[in-house]
């Protein structure tokens, strides 16, 4: 002991700080060297690093998690019917689903996802073809989840009876001989006639209401399209028809007229604040606007 103070005082120094080191190996070795890793430690550990573990020190088992703090208790799958649109994770699981599936499941209905079919849920990730098989036939779909499609056409299809049974509601059309009166007449009456059906039944009925009555059945012939060979089904009455007055109604008025465009209502107007109140259509001849045709259909419908 007497020959370490012999030593000079920056050997001393150097001495001492080799003996450290050395006893900071030692200290490592002995704690390194632990048969027993410390329970609390909370990390994973995969296979990779266990095989590393055992070639590098193969006397020193490495003592691993037993069980994966996300593992879930292995129970033997249940069979029994479920909704995939809406079953919970305790029914999943009892159906021997993994959580993570259950996981995908709820995002997948959390999106606005519908399983509409059982084959539908064959897609879930992960799920084997023997699981869906087995699955299957426990597989119930809500008529609610049904795409809306699937149940129009089941509403709108129709068997023989029902065609049978339909016909009787449609209008018996009239013979030969038969007429309607024209004036009178609503759509129920019209469609009674051969070649009228609901369109035409609308139009007849629109038109006279702009023209304020028909005084001939040849004025069906002005609605675009209509059948001329049902033109001897109708008849027109003596009926008062509804008239406009000329001299008092405004451009606006008389242009909705279906015998006045926009022009000779507006030569009514302009006649007007010239000559004074009309006392006769044939006072418009002038203005070049009312040909003999215009003048002798529009009669029908003015006062003066």
Not at 35 to 44: C, I, L, R, T, Y
């Amino acid at each position: 002991m007497k020959e370490f103070f012999y030593f000079q005082k920056s050997d001393r120094h150097v001495l001492l700080v080799l003996l450290g080191i050395a006893a900071f190996f030692m200290s490592l070795v002995y704690f390194l060297g632990s048969d027993e890793m410390d329970e609390n430690e909370g990390f994973a550990v995969d296979s990779v690093c266990y095989q590393s573990y055992d070639r590098r020190y193969p006397n020193r088992p490495y003592k691993r998690r037993q069980q994966p703090y996300y593992a879930v208790p292995e129970t033997k799958a249940e069979r029994f019917p479920f909704d995939p649109n809406t079953a919970d994770s305790t029914q999943f699981l009892r159906l021997g689903l993994q959580p993570w599936q259950i996981r995908n499941i709820y995002k997948y209905r959390a999106h606005g996802g519908i399983y509409r079919k059982p084959t539908d849920f064959a897609r879930l990730y992960g799920l084997t073809l023997k699981q869906y098989k087995s699955l299957e036939p426990y597989i119930r779909i809500s008529s609610d989840y049904l795409p809306a499609a699937a149940y129009y056409e089941q509403k709108t299809s129709v068997s023989s009876e029902d065609i049978k049974r339909d016909t009787l509601s449609y209008p018996r059309k009239i013979s030969m001989g038969e007429y309607v009166m024209l004036n009178e007449a609503d759509t129920s009456n019209l469609k009674q006639v051969p070649g009228i059906g609901s369109y035409y039944a609308r139009a007849i009925i629109r038109y006279g209401e702009r023209l304020g009555g028909y005084y001939d059945v040849s004025q069906l012939l002005e609605i675009k399209g209509f059948p001329e060979e049902s033109i001897s089904y109708f008849r027109v009455a003596q009926t008062t028809l509804r008239k406009i007055n000329v001299n008092t109604m405004s451009l606006e008025q008389l242009r909705k007229h279906p015998y006045i465009g926009f022009y000779q209502a507006k030569a009514i107007v302009e006649y007007r604040r010239l000559h004074g109140p009309l006392s006769n259509l044939r006072q418009l001849s002038t203005t070049g606007l009312f040909p003999e045709e215009s003048l002798s259909k529009l009669k029908h419908y003015v006062v003066y």
